[in-house]
């Protein structure tokens, strides 16, 4: 049924020709008002009332929590950001040949930066909360599924949680095969699937990575429905229930997405102690982007925890081989033959994130490469089958990881002016503030409204600028020849044995550091001794100092802690009992849980280190002891090693800690809203103490050695 709509817009109150005659009159309009203001050129006092005037609108405007409200800022941010754009063009140009590049780069850094924002903002401009759709009454009507859980070099102990738990997903289990695709073709991995129960595929070569260990299950395979986990992605039992009723509607319907979701922090997240504290990249793109992208039927798939239909798959050939970031290309694909996709925001799988920032670097790179390669090979500007909405959705997303350039070109402007007195802009200092401050306060105002529930301000530059140095090379490489490179595996499940400094990592931003630092201090003695206008020092000052508090987070995030748990520890508040060898069992609460140990409080007898122990789970009706030892007992807290576990046991310990189905739901959900000059503070507060955290082991290290 696929004329019938899956999901409601607003309607309009005009209907037929007359409704879009009025429409295009009234879009016509706004468009030459717009234009009116971006191009009429003002002097500095006019520019000023302007921005006065419509930073007082804006107050105002926001104050409303409504639609239309946040569409008028995002309307404005764009305006002024036009406006200021046109006056660069017009009035700030260079005429050295120098100061001419120098500005001409500045100015091609701006115009990227512009149309990320365009392109963001269109993208976002109406997202989709799509709810889960219930399937037939009768389980016979419901289709079967394969589950596929690719992996190469990953340990088993990552892989057997997600193979036990996608068993015990809400499914006829006659309808229900889970298959283990291992690249790496270890005997351990074919001897626990075969006691699980599971599937076994492997093969004699890696040819396509990860995209051709799954065609080559696909080939093997025949369900109608494919579901697909990465190795350390392990689902809820109601994974398939949420997932499916949108397939099982919509024949035209080729996926649908949900978040990943990372119960361990990030690189950035741990080092920079910011763990549920504040939100980092991926709940941008999962919580707002997504949602976008599915008013324009342009769902990137996502590489996992995401269920596609095998006809789809099989009309395009299969997974794309042809990039390292096989799972948009192959969406790209689908959306080209007429396909839908669709994105439900419902967390249903829980996942590591990489454990050491050189490992997320890594990993964001190949993503880079990747996009960049689909841009050169399947360009969504050109060919047949996509949308204009379409186009433009993906296109932004391949755009993005090209930021490596002109974020590097923000960080080092202000040294032009600061170390060699060239000027990037060849207008009057204040007359650069009338325009470039409103242009800067009126984005900051617009994105803070729209993104200020998945990402805080500033937070974006950070993690821009961790990647910036890093991707250039492999982003430019694929631009001029997509064939280059090859595909990495994350690693996961790792563990890091001492705390340390990641000099090599880090090397990049001590250096942008310390020029920015050294332009300051140039500057400053600059203008205390008339060479320069204060006032244009002051401005390139301040630019730095920005820079130094993006750049000291930066270094902040390069140093590693250690990590010693096997096992990452997951908040949870459940009732427990803890079953000694003599006296009566003691009724306890659970602080956090994971595979391998436990917190509780409790209130009661002594316990002795090393006592050996029984903790009680309650899961339904079902209930199971665990056998474990005291690591440490002391202000009723209570701290747990697990000992080896049955299968059975095992099971249950998996069902318990990531099966349900509300698992992920509240997740980190409570944060307060954004505020931009809190969340600036954040940063630099990050960047100081990692600052005293280097000069200490800097100090302490060449005191022994």
Request: with cysteine.
């Amino acid at each position: 049924m696929s004329s019938e709509k899956l999901y409601q817009v607003s309607s309009t109150p005009f209907a037929g020709g007359f409704a879009r005659v009025v429409r295009l009159g009234a879009m016509v309009a706004a468009v030459a008002a717009l234009s009116l203001v971006v191009l009429t050129p003002l002097g500095m006092r006019e520019q000023v009332n302007l921005s006065g005037i419509l930073f007082v609108v804006a107050l105002l405007v926001s104050r409303s929590r409504r639609r239309v409200s946040t569409l008028m800022l995002m309307v404005m941010a764009i305006t002024m950001s036009a406006r200021y754009l046109v006056w660069r063009i017009s009035a700030t140009m260079s005429v050295g040949s120098f100061d001419f590049l120098l500005s001409a780069a500045m100015l091609l850094a701006e115009l990227y930066a512009f149309l990320i924002l365009a392109l963001g903002y269109f993208q976002i401009s109406r997202p989709v909360v799509r709810k889960p759709l219930a399937l037939p009454a009768d389980v016979k009507n419901w289709p079967a599924v394969d589950v596929l859980i690719p992996t190469y070099n990953e340990p088993l102990e990552v892989v057997r949680a997600t193979v036990l738990a996608a068993q015990a997903l809400d499914w006829p289990q006659e309808k229900l095969r889970i298959f283990v695709l291992d690249d790496g073709n270890r005997e351990d991995f074919q001897r626990f699937t075969k006691e699980a129960g599971v599937g076994y595929f492997s093969r004699r070569d890696n040819r396509g990575a990860k995209a051709g260990n799954i065609n080559a299950a696909l080939a093997r395979t025949d369900a109608p429905f494919v579901a697909i986990f990465d190795c350390d992605h392990i689902p809820t039992r109601s994974f398939l229930q949420l997932t499916m009723g949108w397939m099982v509607k919509d024949h035209k319907l080729a996926m649908v997405q949900t978040p990943h979701h990372f119960y361990s922090p990030d690189p950035l997240e741990r080092n920079l102690h910011i763990f549920k504290t504040f939100p980092n990249e991926g709940y941008l793109f999962y919580g707002l982007i997504q949602p976008g992208n599915d008013l324009w039927n342009a769902v990137f798939f996502c590489g996992s925890c995401a269920v596609i239909r095998r006809a789809a798959l099989l009309e395009v050939g299969g997974i794309a081989e042809e990039t390292v970031t096989e799972d948009a290309h192959t969406a790209l694909r689908m959306h080209r033959r007429g396909w839908r996709t669709a994105f439900l925001g419902v967390r249903q799988a829980g996942g590591l994130a990489t454990e050491s920032l050189s490992g997320h670097i890594r990993q964001r790179v190949r993503w880079a490469r990747g996009m960049v390669q689909i841009l050169r090979v399947d360009n969504p500007l050109f060919g047949p089958g996509l949308t204009w909405p379409q186009r433009l959705c993906y296109l932004n997303g391949l755009l993005h990881f090209l930021s490596g350039i002109p974020r590097l070109v923000f960080l080092t402007a202000p040294l032009v002016f600061l170390l060699f007195n060239a000027h990037i802009f060849a207008a009057a200092p204040l007359m650069v503030l009338s325009y470039a401050l409103p242009h800067l306060t009126f984005t900051l105002m617009a994105t803070s409204r729209i993104q200020g529930s998945f990402r805080r301000s500033f937070w974006g530059e950070l993690y821009e600028t961790v990647l910036s140095v890093y991707i250039i090379l492999p982003t430019v490489l694929a631009l001029i020849n997509p064939r280059l490179g090859s595909f990495n595996v994350t690693a996961k499940g790792g563990l890091i044995a001492r705390s340390y400094f990641d000099w090599r990592i880090a090397m990049p931003f001590l250096v942008l550091f310390g020029l920015n630092l050294t332009g300051i201090a140039a500057g400053l003695w600059s203008a205390g001794t008339g060479r320069q206008q204060p006032d244009a020092v002051l401005i390139n000052v301040c630019w730095a100092v920005y820079n130094l508090v993006i750049l000291s987070a930066a270094i902040a995030a390069a140093f590693e802690h250690r990590q010693r748990r096997r096992h990452a520890r997951i908040a949870l508040n459940h009732p427990a009992i803890v079953e000694r060898s003599y006296g009566y069992p003691i009724a306890c609460e659970l602080n956090d849980l994971s595979l391998s140990g436990a917190s509780l409080c409790h209130v009661g007898d002594h316990i002795e280190c090393n006592e050996a122990l029984h903790l009680t789970l309650r899961l339904g009706e079902e209930s199971l002891p665990l056998p474990a030892r005291v690591v440490s007992a002391g202000s009723g807290v209570l701290r747990l090693e697990l000992a080896t576990l049955s299968p059975e046991r095992e099971r249950f310990l998996v069902r318990a800690l990531f099966c349900r189905a509300d698992a992920w739901i509240r997740w980190a959900d409570d944060r307060a809203p954004d505020q931009p000059v809190r969340s600036f503070l954040g940063i630099w507060l990050c960047g100081l103490r990692g600052m005293a955290q280097l000069l200490i082991s800097s100090t302490a290290q060449r005191r022994y050695t």
